[in-house]
């Protein structure tokens, strides 16, 4: 049984100027775990973990001759900077592998030294999963939490040529509860809410009506040849503040359609708490 979306991982190549970005310019506390994650795997690891919500994990690869190192670089030789992996717990991640592949997931076999098993992301509708044990980070930061406050991850949006289809493997691979299938007009995207029992939650989303913006840039970003994950959605209770803080500190933001900052290859989406909690 999945217990909680605990955090979602971006790749990235300068882990000293992403660390320092996010406690700075986001507020948010960070655990530098490199000391240990470097010698065990080969790769910078940085978890920002703010108040609420799923945690950020930020990655970088410094030893590309181990199984993650090399992962992480293929995946920014492909790519470039950006979401990278959405992470699952469950309490013993072998058996519940074995149960994720009688249900139809393609479950890859376990890499050396890893804590936990991976999902192809031709089963997941362009995203990695990785399911770790319960409770698989709890280290906390002496960070002074800094302006703007902004919270942990609410939602992860992952764009999709149609929403209900690709929710079968979330609501049937991985058992989480669902909302059903929904058209939001504002947006103009057909949505599908996947609740893990604890952390964020993954909001699936297909293009309804591109003429509204928020579609039009799924539909965009599906055109580019890729379903996958889009966006994070953080919370804060002043956006505007937060939008005028990080535009202050050289963060790019738009707010053509809500507030959007765009670092490291990933678009954080930022919304008041309580938005961002009527859509979870």
Same mark, same amino acid.
């Given at each position: ?74 995946? +920014?030789?492909? @790519? !470039?900077?950006?979401?990278?992996? $959405? *992470?699952?717990? #469950? %309490?013993?991640? =072998?058996?519940?592998?074995?149960? +994720?592949?009688? @249900? !139809?997931?393609?479950?890859?076999? $376990? *890499?050396?030294? #890893? %804590?936990?098993? =991976? ?22 930061? =002496? ?138």
């Amino acid at each position: 049984m999945i217990t909680g979306m605990p955090r979602i991982a971006i790749a990235v190549t300068d882990f000293a100027s992403t660390v320092d970005t996010f406690r700075r310019c986001f507020g948010m506390p960070v655990v530098d775990a490199s000391a240990s994650t470097v010698a065990s795997l080969g790769v910078h690891v940085g978890m920002c973990v703010p108040e609420g919500g799923s945690n950020i994990e930020l990655m970088s690869p410094v030893e590309a001759s181990s199984p993650l190192g090399r992962s992480l670089q293929g995946f +920014l030789d492909r @790519r !470039g900077e950006g979401l990278f992996a $959405l *992470m699952l717990e #469950a %309490a013993d991640p =072998d058996a519940e592998a074995v149960e +994720l592949a009688a @249900r !139809g997931l393609d479950v890859l076999p $376990l *890499m050396p030294g #890893a %804590a936990g098993r =991976d999902i192809h992301p031709r089963s997941t509708h362009g995203v990695l999963v990785r399911v770790y044990p319960t409770n698989s980070f709890t280290e906390r930061s =002496d960070d002074p939490i800094g302006q703007p406050e902004i919270a942990g991850i609410a939602r992860v949006i992952i764009a999709v040529h149609d929403a209900e289809e690709a929710a079968r493997p979330y609501t049937e691979g991985f058992a989480l509860d669902s909302t059903p299938p929904e058209v939001d007009t504002d947006r103009g995207v057909v949505s599908v809410v996947c609740r893990p029992p604890t952390g964020g939650v993954i909001e699936l989303v297909s293009p309804h009506d591109a003429s509204r913006p928020f579609a039009g840039r799924i539909q965009q970003f599906l055109d580019e040849g890729q379903e996958g994950m889009f966006a994070l959605v953080l919370q804060t209770e002043n956006p505007e503040a937060a939008a005028g803080a990080l535009a202050a500190a050289g963060v790019s933001v738009d707010r053509a359609d809500g507030v959007e900052a765009s670092v490291f290859g990933t678009r954080l989406m930022i919304e008041t708490t309580s938005m961002a909690a009527n859509r979870s």
